[in-house]
């Protein structure tokens, strides 16, 4: 295993994927096959954060000596307790071995450690220094609040219509979300809205499961599934199983895609 460069997200250490193959001396497709296998038991938050759009770009901006983030486009990051889910799946003697390490060695910051990240000022000029830091960013709170303001001026029209949708108990189809935002300017058509949905985590990418809601997209109420049977030519009486958009999950695609408006890959 080699030398672990330390990630943060929120505060906390965590690992990216092939850094969780690297010490557990498995293949990155493995992990990635043993999450999709066993998503439902997975919580975002909890035992991993994933990045996408936006937030992985900025989170890229934060660590541009990382190459190996270069060409990522989604990122799963994974925590103490997402680690031992995967120990727990991979259930190899070299697992358990490296997850105890990560515990005592990675995930847990020692008293030193953290007084060494923590930059006390030792001198005035150093003192000087950190207050100018703090000053900066204050300026630099500021003008975001302002920019705040003026963006929640800017989004009047959009409160009205997620207010207006929120109260409606009907569910949509997958495909009459996508025509309602391409209505609304965003280039995207059903097929491509559909790998968005895939590729960023609100849909399973496959298996028998393939385009129903991720536990991820049940949580937070935003999709659900519709259930019924149909007849086949045969004769015999066929379960289906129809993906849904909720009234809440309308409001959580206008909010995130009507302001920018951007083409959906």
Do not use: C
């Not at 096959?33 to 996408?52: A, D, I, M, V, W």
């Not at 849909?203 to 937070?220: A, I, Y």
């Amino acid at each position: 295993m080699s030398q672990l460069l330390v990630v943060e997200y929120q505060g906390a250490r965590v690992l990216t994927t092939a850094q969780l193959a690297d010490s557990y001396e498995a293949d990155t497709k493995l992990i990635s096959k043993n999450f999709e296998r066993n998503e439902s038991r997975y919580k975002e938050g909890k035992h991993y954060f994933l990045l996408s759009g936006e937030e992985l770009r900025d989170f890229k901006a934060s660590r541009q000596n990382d190459d190996t983030l270069k060409f990522v486009s989604i990122l799963y990051l994974w925590t103490e307790k997402g680690a031992w889910l995967h120990a727990k799946s991979l259930n190899t003697d070299r697992a358990w071995e490296a997850y105890e390490m990560l515990v005592d060695e990675y995930y847990r910051v020692t008293q030193e450690q953290a007084l060494q990240q923590f930059n006390i000022p030792q001198t005035l000029h150093e003192a000087l220094y950190f207050a100018s830091k703090v000053e900066a960013e204050r300026v630099k709170l500021e003008e975001q609040n302002l920019q705040l303001v003026e963006k929640i001026q800017q989004d009047k029209p959009l409160v009205v219509f997620a207010e207006s949708v929120q109260v409606s108990e009907d569910s949509i189809l997958v495909r009459e979300m996508a025509r309602m935002l391409r209505q609304k300017g965003v280039d995207t058509g059903e097929t491509r809205f559909y790998e968005y949905l895939r590729q960023n985590g609100y849909l399973v990418k496959s298996g028998s499961d393939r385009n129903l809601p991720t536990q991820k997209s049940m949580e937070l109420g935003i999709m659900e599934v519709k259930r019924g049977t149909r007849s086949g030519s045969d004769g015999v009486t066929h379960l289906t199983r129809t993906t849904k958009i909720t009234g809440k999950g309308q409001i959580y695609f206008m909010n995130k895609f009507l302001n920018k408006l951007p083409q959906v890959q």
